[in-house]
Nanobody
Framework: VQVQESGPGLVKPSQTVSLTCTVS??????????WSWLRQPPGKGLEWIGY???????YYNPSLKSRTSISRDTSNNQFSLQLRTVTPEDTAVYYC?????????????????WGQGTQVTVSS
């Protein structure tokens, strides 16, 4: 299974970042698989943003919940992230990842599938 992020690299403050993760070699509806978005700001650690489960249910990092939506397109085997009202502090490399349920969503080692990451820069 491979996962690949796509989306715009530059976004202006107050706008919405929209990223898509395309999954190949497996289905996003496979039982007990969870599909996450994470990010790593420059010079900082990995931050988990949220997931969408095989069932379609979602769960978000409480610190980002008010600005985050994760959805899916099962016909194209993709899941997407929308992060609203961005600021320069949202500048980061954004990753999509997948794997079984874990108590350590923030830990890269918890995931079976990991994308190469896409740089998102928030700047006017």
């Amino acid at each position: 299974v491979q996962v690949q992020e796509s989306g715009p690299g530059l976004v202006k403050p107050s706008q919405t970042v929209s990223l898509t993760c395309t999954v190949s070699g497996g289905s996003i509806t496979t039982d007990y698989h969870y599909w996450s978005w994470l990010r790593q700001p420059p010079g900082k650690g990995l931050e988990w943003i949220g997931y969408i489960a095989y069932s379609g249910s979602t769960y978000y990092n409480p610190s980002l919940k008010s600005r985050t939506s994760i959805s899916r397109d099962t016909s194209n085997n993709q899941f997407s992230l929308q992060l609203r009202t961005v600021t320069p502090e949202d500048t980061a490399v954004y990753y999509c990842a997948g794997g079984p349920f874990t108590s350590k969503w923030y830990n890269r080692a918890s995931y079976d599938y990991w994308g190469q990451g896409t740089q998102v820069t928030v700047s006017s």
